[in-house]
């Protein structure tokens, strides 16, 4: 049986895809040999809450917490809802705020690589100790945060204990790093941090063969993609929306609004009385003001439904309701390497799915392998009008059924046996 030291910021109470990922993980290396530890802080600043996801962590795992300092708390002071989209990760190119602006320059050049860089030294102090106690065969960052890899980086120099580094999402090239406001200073102590990472850890794992790609560049370590999946802890019995729905499951905030999506609708909406009459656009988390503005633009609002957060089991019902999902990033080069947690989900829900973002998204190529779905830029409204009427005549023929090939392996259990495999190799 091998021993690993999970590493993690994101635990239950908190919600959202980052904190499933390990939930899982953790829930599933038993069956391969593996007995996962997980440490995680104590007093978090968690934006999302989800404690039915507390239900979920099995009985028998051992959780060690030790305390963190959390700079958004006092940033909270100045501005609450500015300071918990920040602490999300949800920082956006347009934000043209003096309070914003100087928040972005505090975050970005004076917390390096993160807010929670302050909980790298009193971890490393407490975990050093607690390894020379306790015997691990492996020690597991996940980020972001990444300056939890930071403490991988320093265990493995202290303890030599072979290190796994997890990057659910890119370092230096996510789509908002240039929006920190960066001095040239600190864009290169990124980097070097990045750096030091990748070609000391000994294995790396990523969730998209683009972030792969990107690292391999940088390193000659073993690198592998485990992709975020789907859990089917639960019996769902789907109860189809009388509507043609449209269901978008998570945030939608100003940088994913889809102009060409409503646009496209309200086209639809004005050239087609039952359509009009059948339309029902079902928004399930935060969304921005920017979004409803648009909604409201294009003649919308009517035909929309925001649900705001929603605890995880209560987002996996609406979404085997929903008659089609919708799945939309940003259309940028920098995104083409994200692969929302809710696709694999959005699979297993066997639900026809439009997805919008940039050309080359790794996105395209799961839909294009399944079946589940079909990838548009957002320049292509002719032919995402061409498709929602498709899906549309087969709502209304009672035939919007799909059959999504090979989607097993995104099952957790299956992306858990290919952890556990790295885990016995290093």
């Given at each position: 049986?091998?021993?690993?030291?999970?590493?993690?910021?994101?635990?239950?109470?908190?919600?959202?895809?980052?904190?499933?990922?390990?939930?899982?993980?953790?829930?599933?290396?038993?069956?391969?040999?593996?007995?996962?530890?997980?440490?995680?802080?104590?007093?978090?600043?968690?934006?999302?809450?989800?404690?039915?996801?507390?239900?979920?962590?099995?009985?028998?795992?051992?959780?060690?917490?030790?305390?963190?300092?959390?700079?958004?708390?006092?940033?909270?002071?100045?501005?609450?809802?500015?300071?918990?989209?920040?602490?999300?990760?949800?920082?956006?190119?347009?934000?043209?705020?003096?309070?914003?602006?100087?928040?972005?320059?505090?975050?970005?050049?004076?917390?390096?690589?993160?807010?929670?860089?302050?909980?790298?030294?009193?971890?490393?102090?407490?975990?050093?100790?607690?390894?020379?106690?306790?015997?691990?065969?492996?020690?597991?960052?996940?980020?972001?945060?990444?300056?939890?890899?930071?403490?991988?980086?320093?265990?493995?120099?202290?303890?030599?204990?072979?290190?796994?580094?997890?990057?659910?999402?890119?370092?230096?090239?996510?789509?908002?790093?240039?929006?920190?406001?960066?001095?040239?200073?600190?864009?290169?102590?990124?980097?070097?941090?990045?750096?030091?990472?990748?070609?000391?850890?000994?294995?790396?794992?990523?969730?998209?063969?683009?972030?792969l790609k990107e690292f391999s560049e940088k390193t000659n370590q073993p690198i592998s993609v485990i992709t975020n999946g789907y859990e089917l802890t639960e019996?769902?019995?789907?109860?189809?929306?009388?509507?043609?729905?449209?269901?978008?499951?998570?945030?939608?905030?100003?940088?994913?609004?889809?102009?060409?999506?409503?646009?496209?609708?309200?086209?639809?909406?004005?050239?087609?009385?039952?359509?009009?009459?059948?339309?029902?656009?079902?928004?399930?988390?935060?969304?921005?003001?920017?979004?409803?503005?648009?909604?409201?633009?294009?003649?919308?609002?009517?035909?929309?439904?925001?649900?705001?957060?929603?605890?995880?089991?209560?987002?996996?019902?609406?979404?085997?309701?929903?008659?089609?999902?919708?799945?939309?990033?940003?259309?940028?080069?920098?995104?083409?390497?994200?692969?929302?947690?809710?696709?694999?989900?959005?699979?297993?829900?066997?639900?026809?799915?439009?997805?919008?973002?940039?050309?080359?998204?790794?996105?395209?190529?799961?839909?294009?392998?399944?079946?589940?779905g079909s990838f548009y830029n957002p320049l292509q409204k002719r032919e995402i009008k061409e498709k929602l009427l498709e899906l549309y005549h087969s709502f209304q023929n009672g035939c919007l059924n799909i059959h999504p090939v090979g989607i097993e392996r995104f099952s957790?259990?299956?992306?858990?046996?290919?952890?556990?495999?790295?885990?016995?190799?290093?």
């Open positions: 049986m091998k021993r690993a030291l999970i590493i993690t910021y994101y635990w239950p109470p908190a919600g959202g895809p980052g904190v499933q990922r390990w939930l899982n993980f953790v829930k599933y290396l038993g069956e391969f040999n593996v007995e996962p530890v997980v440490y995680a802080p104590q007093n978090p600043h968690y934006p999302i809450l989800d404690k039915d996801l507390l239900e979920h962590i099995p009985s028998k795992i051992e959780v060690i917490k030790q305390p963190v300092k959390e700079p958004y708390r006092f940033a909270g002071m100045f501005s609450k809802k500015k300071t918990q989209r920040m602490s999300s990760g949800i920082i956006s190119e347009k934000s043209t705020g003096n309070l914003e602006k100087l928040m972005l320059y505090i975050r970005g050049n004076y917390f390096i690589p993160d807010a929670r860089v302050g909980w790298v030294k009193p971890s490393v102090n407490f975990l050093k100790e607690y390894l020379k106690e306790n015997n691990f065969d492996t020690v597991i960052t996940t980020g972001p945060p990444h300056s939890l890899h930071l403490i991988g980086l320093r265990l493995k120099e202290i303890s030599g204990i072979p290190w796994i580094a997890d990057f659910r999402d890119p370092w230096t090239t996510i789509h908002y790093h240039k929006s920190l406001r960066l001095t040239k200073n600190s864009e290169e102590k990124h980097k070097k941090l990045e750096q030091e990472v990748l070609r000391n850890a000994d294995h790396i794992v990523v969730t998209s063969e683009t972030t019996e769902i019995i789907p109860k189809p929306d009388p509507k043609f729905t449209l269901a978008h499951i998570g945030s939608l905030l100003s940088d994913r609004n889809p102009e060409s999506l409503w646009q496209v609708l309200s086209e639809l909406c004005a050239e087609n009385t039952d359509f009009k009459a059948d339309l029902l656009i079902k928004l399930v988390g935060v969304v921005s003001e920017e979004v409803q503005g648009s909604l409201e633009k294009y003649g919308l609002t009517n035909h929309s439904q925001t649900e705001g957060y929603v605890p995880h089991k209560v987002a996996k019902q609406l979404q085997y309701n929903a008659q089609v999902l919708l799945l939309l990033e940003m259309d940028k080069p920098e995104t083409r390497a994200i692969i929302p947690g809710k696709l694999f989900e959005y699979l297993a829900a066997e639900r026809p799915i439009v997805a919008i973002g940039p050309e080359g998204s790794d996105i395209a190529k799961i839909l294009d392998e399944t079946r589940a957790r259990r299956e992306l858990t046996r290919s952890l556990s495999e790295i885990i016995h190799r290093i």
